[in-house]
């Protein structure tokens, strides 16, 4: 939901219309009003019905996609009309009417007021139509003399330029306050809006779950008798009919339900709902009663996590809602209400997408490069327009070839770049270059695991040396479990190259073959959710047999974790202090003033400053 206020601007021109109202989360910022944008769906539109140009602008902002990515990264086009509007709380000041195509009609009421300032969008918006950029909000740091220059400034700070509510604060102060102005003056009124709508379940096209109801001839509806259920979609059906081609299916459409004629419904419910209630098939597979046994699900229930895309986490989740939600509904033998306990919403891969001259879109393996330019293959006059990196689409043919990406990596090398890339609710950039990173790694693990290798097998028998790899290998356990569990995968595999370093410098020491081989298969075991077709050639490799656990962390050596912190005084390194890891500056400080040496330095001093570095140094500023 969003907080707000509606506001009515009063409009000028030689059109029958004398306001526009429109929805927006900063009221605070009307000062800064450039432009007033609606929806080439708006009502005014019908105005413009026989506006050739406008009908040709309309046709091109189709071409742009609804999804607040394809808006966010498209280009921001407008046509402008003959009407002006008027700042409310500013009636002198008078701006254009546009139409844009960023404005959605199913968001507020199809219609925004721009504030270039303030909003990137309407930054971009007002610099392509030249139109008036305004500054009236500032950081807190910087004085009223503050202006945007280079991109529109988005966060907190102080309304300037704005009359009565300058030295508001923002958003705090600000926004409240000028809603209340609105309200007094009966030029607009608070408001939360809703971006989620009234959902509807069903699409008018063959490929779906038939809907199991008909209609009598006077439209009345009837539920398909049990005994004929399920309802199945006719195999045979001319699919390039205009409209639903079940519509045209009379044989399948005409039935008769206890000697009475019906129409069956041809609308088909959407595919996610035909998914919406797998979870609770899982608990009872075999069931051939009924769907579920109700000690099943009741042991089983809710589901801990649910993973999905953004397509997923929007449709199939509400879908997902909706069922459990109507099979409780007065239900004493259903107890549960959410089908899931938590959501974890995943980014998508993305690569650049390409066009020829002739606007066709081009997938990567049809186009070749000069290093300057991009060209269709075997076609060197036909130059190819790279465009925005988007996610990968059959549609826009930005796609790689799973097949060709494994035959020439494998599948942990592709693994490995998309975890390693960025945090998993972000986005992904396919690159050539970080996939034969990748790859490269993975051979230098190889030739790591070899050298492991032939130091197990020398036998090695001392004492005393593998405290270091123990240590090391029960911070690992440690990390990496909770890096699993919080889904921080990027971080998993910094570890993981973390882990590389440290054994490649333990292996050129000596050291007990029985303690690396015990660690170094743990480690292998902790790798694995990354690159499990490599950690299972290893152990394989080394010949370990039954089965094998995620190992435990022994708290005992993570008590022992102790780094060694560098202290400088004045610039100049003193000392070097042992101590635990992740320590705070205070902590750190206590421990300096027992410490002999540094006593030294600071008696009768006065510490002016303190740089403080976490894991590294601390550097203690002082009058000499």
Sequence with gaps: ????????????????????????????????????????????????????????????????????????????????????????????????????????????????FGCPAHDQRDYD?????????????????QDDKFIVEKEAYSGSGIIINSEFLNGLRVPEESIIKTIEILEEKNIGKKKINFRLKDWGVSRQRYWGCPIPVAYDENGDVTAIP????????????????????????????????????????????????????????FCSPKESEYGFKKEEIDYWMPVDQYIGGVEHAILHLLYSRFFMKAIGYKNQNFKFDEPFQGLFTQGMVCHETYKDKNNNWLSPDQIVSDGDKYYKKDEPDNIVKVGPSESMSKSKKNVIDPENIMNSYG?????????????????????????????????????LHNKIKVKIQNNFNLTGSENNLENFTNQMINKITNNLENFSYNVMIANIYETYNFLNKQIAKKINSKSLKENYIKILILLTPAIPHFTSECIEDLNVLGNLEWPETNSKFLNEDKIDYVVQINGKKRLILNENRDMNQESLLVKLKTNKISQKYLKDKSINKIIFVKNRLINLLINE
């Design 1 to 112: 939901k969003s907080f707000g206020c509606e506001i009515e601007f009063k409009i000028e021109g030689n059109l029958p219309i004398d306001k526009i109202k429109c929805f927006t989360t900063r009221p605070d910022t009307l000062f800064g009003f450039s432009f007033l944008a609606v929806s080439v769906d708006h009502e005014i539109s019908k105005y413009f019905s026989e506006n050739k140009e406008f009908q040709e602008f309309k046709k091109e902002c189709s071409k742009t996609g609804t999804t607040e990515e394809a808006i966010a990264i498209g280009e921001k086009i407008g046509f402008k009309t003959n009407l002006m509007a008027i700042n409310p709380l500013n009636p002198s000041q008078k701006v254009p009417v546009f139409f844009a195509n960023f404005v959605l009609m199913d968001y507020g009421f199809g219609a925004v």
């Design 125 to 141: 918006f007002a610099k392509k139509y030249d139109l008036k950029i305004k500054t009236v909000v500032k950081p807190e740091d």
């Design 226 to 281: 049990k005994k004929d259920l399920p309802v199945k979609l006719p195999e045979k059906v001319d699919l390039n009919s205009k409209g639903n081609p079940l519509d045209f299916k009379e044989d399948w459409k005409n039935v008769i339900i206890n000697g009475k004629k019906y129409t069956r419904e041809t609308d088909t419910l959407d595919t996610f709902v035909c998914s919406s209630w797998y979870y609770l098939r």
């Design 411 to 447: 599948a942990d090398a592709v693994r490995l770049f998309i975890l390693s890339d960025s945090p998993p609710e972000k986005d992904v950039q396919w690159s050539e270059q970080g996939m034969n990173a990748s790859y490269k790694f993975l051979q230098k693990l190889w030739t």
